[in-house]
C-alpha cells in the first residue's frame, strides 16, 4: 500500500522539567521580552499559579473562570487585558483556564505562555471553545495556539486521583479519537498510539499513590502527545459528542469525555480494523475495547452520565444538537438511532447493543455502506 497523506504539525515550544515551572517560565518571560504579564488561574490554583510566577512581572492576577468558557466571561476578560495593556497571557490550571486565555488571545491577539496541572490538552492545541446560550461553539485559530507550553509533575500533584483518573481518560480520548478523525494521518496515529502507551502505564500508578511522580510526568507526557495528534487529525466523532453535552448541559469535562469513551470505542472499533489493532496494541491487550475496559476497571473510572448531570428526557435533544456534527469520515455510519442507543447506553452505565458486531471488512459493499455518513 502506498502512504499518501498531508500531515501540519503546529510550531510550539515545551519545556518539560519536574520541579521547574517557575524557573522555565521566567526563562520564556525573558526570550518573549515581555513586562506586562495577565496571569490567568482559578481562585483554588491562585496560590500555585503566584509561586509559579514568582520571577516575573504580573500586571492583572485574574481569576474568574468557568468550565466551557461563557461568553460573558470571555468578554469580560478581554477586556481587562486591554485595560492593563497587557502584552503577555500566563494561564495556570485545567482546561478552562487554558480556554478562558485562548479566548483572550482570539481578539487581542496576544501570545499565551501555558503551564497546565491536568491532563486536558488543550495547551497544545489551536482550537477554541465558547458557550453561548447553553451551545458550545469550537473553531481553529492558530492565534490561540502558546507559544510554550511549561509541564511541571510537581503542579499536577495538586489534582486529586479521582480528577486525575477523569482528566487522563479525557487525555485517552484524544488519543483514540485521533485514529479516525477527519485528518488521520500515520504521523498523528503514531503519537497517538505513544499517548495511549504512555497514559495507560502512568494513570494507574497515580490511582494508587497520587504523589507518584513518575506516574505524574507519564500522564503529562501522554497527555501532550494526545493533545499534538489531536490537533493535528482534528474532532472526531468523540469530541463532538461531548462538546455538545458539556455546552448544553453543563456537563462536567473530564468525566463526561471518561463515560462517553468505552461507548464510542466500542461503537467504531469494529469498523476500523486497522485502528483498533494499534490501539489494543498501546494498551499492550488483545484487543482495543478489552485494553480500555481493563484500564477503566483498574482506575475505577467513572460509569455513566446520569451521574454527572445528564437528564434522560434530554437524549433526544442530544441527538437531534449531535448528529449533524458528527464527521463524515466517522468509520461507522452514525443515524439517530444508533446515536440514541449509545447516549441511552452511556446515560445507564450500561452495555452498548451491538457492542460485540463486527464488521466485514474485506466485503468492498459493507465498508461502503458502514462509512457513509447520512
Known amino acids: 500500500m502506498t502512504l ?25 518571560v525573558e ?7 495577565m496571569l490567568i488561574a482559578s481562585e483554588s490554583d491562585a ?19 468557568a468550565p466551557h468558557v461563557p461568553i460573558e466571561k470571555a468578554e469580560k476578560a478581554r477586556a481587562a487585558a486591554i485595560e492593563h495593556d497587557a502584552d503577555l497571557l500566563v494561564c495556570v490550571g485545567g482546561g478552562s483556564t487554558t480556554g478562558l486565555a485562548k479566548a483572550v488571545a482570539m481578539t487581542t491577539a496576544l501570545p499565551i505562555i501555558a503551564v497546565p496541572t491536568t491532563y ?28 510554550t507550553v511549561i509541564y511541571d509533575a510537581e503542579l499536577a500533584l ?12 479525557n487525555a485517552l480520548a484524544h488519543c483514540i479519537d485521533s485514529m479516525w478523525a477527519p485528518r488521520a494521518d500515520p504521523i498523528n496515529q503514531a503519537l497517538a498510539s505513544e499517548g495511549i502507551r504512555a497514559l495507560a502505564a502512568g494513570l494507574p500508578l497515580i490511582k494508587d499513590n497520587p504523589a507518584d511522580l513518575a506516574g505524574r510526568e507519564q500522564a503529562l507526557y501522554g497527555a501532550y502527545l494526545s493533545a499534538v495528534a489531536f490537533a493535528s487529525a482534528g474532532s472526531g466523532m ?4 461531548c462538546h455538545v453535552l458539556g455546552g448544553a448541559y453543563n456537563l462536567p469535562h473530564a468525566q463526561t469525555h471518561a463515560v462517553v469513551l468505552p461507548y464510542v470505542l466500542a461503537f ?15 494498551f499492550g491487550s488483545d484487543d482495543a475495547v478489552t485494553g480500555l475496559s481493563d484500564l477503566r476497571s483498574a482506575l475505577a473510572a467513572p460509569t455513566s452520565l446520569k451521574e454527572h448531570g445528564l437528564n434522560e428526557a434530554d437524549i433526544p435533544e442530544a441527538v437531534e444538537l449531535i448528529l449533524p456534527a458528527i464527521p463524515a469520515s466517522n468509520p461507522r455510519r452514525v443515524t439517530a438511532e444508533n446515536l440514541d442507543e449509545l447516549l441511552r447506553a452511556a446515560y445507564a452505565g450500561s452495555t452498548l447493543p451491538g457492542s ?11 465498508r461502503d455502506k458502514e462509512t457513509s455518513h447520512a
Not at 47 to 65: F, I
Not at 133 to 146: F, H, I, N, Q, Y
Not at 160 to 168: D, E, R, W
Open 158 to 169: 495538586s489534582l486529586p486521583a479521582h480528577l486525575s483518573v477523569a482528566s487522563g481518560l
Open 356 to 366: 460485540t458486531e463486527t464488521a466485514t471488512t474485506g466485503t468492498a459493499t459493507t
Open 238 to 241: 468523540h469530541h463532538k459528542i
Open 4 to 28: 499518501n497523506f498531508e500531515h501540519v504539525t503546529l510550531g510550539q515550544r515545551v519545556r518539560f522539567g519536574t520541579g521547574k515551572a517557575a524557573e522555565n517560565l521566567s526563562a520564556e
Open 120 to 147: 486536558a490538552g488543550s495547551e497544545a492545541t489551536n482550537v477554541w471553545g465558547l458557550t453561548e446560550a447553553s451551545r458550545k461553539a469550537t473553531g481553529v485559530d492558530d492565534a490561540v495556539l502558546p507559544v
Open 268 to 282: 467504531n472499533a469494529p469498523f476500523a480494523p486497522h485502528a483498533e489493532r494499534r490501539i489494543a496494541a498501546a
Open 47 to 65: 496560590p500555585m499559579a503566584a509561586a509559579v510566577s514568582s520571577g516575573v512581572d504580573v500586571v492583572l492576577h485574574y481569576h474568574d473562570v
Open 31 to 37: 526570550r518573549l521580552g515581555a513586562r506586562r504579564i
